[in-house]
């Protein structure tokens, strides 16, 4: 039995999605991190991501002891926060964001830590204002959404969940439990960017997950190239490339790149990477209509 979606709301993650399954293709979603390497750098990136071919956007929380991060983006959290950034700053850079673009879904993805000191409802109540549209909480499971999945849901805000090579039949009803807006497979058993997502294992997973959910899916970790995303994307609903976007971030300073010239590097592999999803071939089991789920 399905575990039944559930959607806080109608709002851009969930059209997004809808829009997609229109066109028959599945989305890009580029991961940067709030604040990397400095905030004027951050926000020409954050402003490019639409144009060079994001669908979504997700943007890391900057912080100092991740447990699902791989050592570039530990890296890049690391530059974030000898810049200066925090969890207030980076809902600034949200809000910077929303200036140019009412469009384009952002999810902010991080742990639990810095949204408690924050406070949970000063955060949501932030978080909304600034324009964000979903989260991702590495550290908080299903068996502490009365931290903060349940809030958010409350205030009609996303709460997406992480399934992994291990989660099983067992454990993945209550992994569903309280979902919303997307499911995130994560392909590889380990940190980001460590390994390369195998295709035929994730599209057997893939083949799992939707007998127990409807649910858009998006797969990350292990994608760092337009071939590899284009073959994800023949089998998921989204993908989502991060490590090798903040690298080239890190290549851009090894290089003494102007904050210009940085962003317009990282853009335009954004722009390859987004190519590779949009020419990818579809394979028969991903499904080409999501009507039922957006309502």
Request: proline residues 7%.
């Amino acid at each position: 039995m399905k575990a039944a979606p559930k959607h806080p709301k109608a709002g851009r993650v969930a059209r997004r999605f809808a829009a997609l399954a229109e066109e028959g293709r599945a989305a890009f979603i580029p991961f940067v991190t709030a604040g990397d390497p400095d905030p004027e750098t951050a926000l020409a990136i954050l402003r490019g991501l639409p144009g060079a071919g994001a669908d979504l956007i997700e943007l890391g929380m900057p912080f100092s002891d991740p447990m699902a991060d791989g050592p570039a983006i530990q890296a890049s959290s690391a530059r974030a926060l000898k810049a200066g950034a925090s969890l207030k700053r980076t809902l600034g850079l949200v809000r910077a964001f929303r200036e140019e673009d009412s469009k384009t879904p952002l999810i902010l993805m991080g742990y639990y830590n810095p949204i408690y000191v924050y406070g949970v409802d000063a955060f949501l109540k932030d978080a909304l204002a600034a324009g964000v549209d979903g989260l991702i909480v590495v550290d908080l499971p299903p068996e502490e959404d009365r931290e903060l999945c349940l809030p958010a849901a409350a205030v009609g805000l996303p709460f997406i969940r992480l399934a992994s090579p291990t989660t099983d039949a067992a454990r993945l009803p209550k992994v569903l439990t309280n979902a919303s807006g997307f499911l995130y497979y994560i392909a590889i058993a380990g940190v980001t960017g460590t390994k390369a997502a195998p295709g035929a294992a994730v599209a057997k997973a893939l083949r799992f997950l939707r007998r127990h959910t409807d649910l858009p899916i998006a797969v990350g970790f292990g994608i760092r190239t337009p071939d590899v995303a284009a073959e994800i994307a023949g089998h998921a609903d989204a993908v989502v490339v991060g490590s090798a976007i903040v690298e080239r971030i890190k290549e851009g300073l090894s290089a003494g790149q102007s904050s210009g010239e940085l962003a317009a590097g990282v853009l335009r592999f954004v722009g390859e990477l987004a190519a590779g999803v949009r020419h990818a071939i579809r394979r028969p089991e991903t499904r080409t209509s999501r009507k039922d789920v957006v309502a």
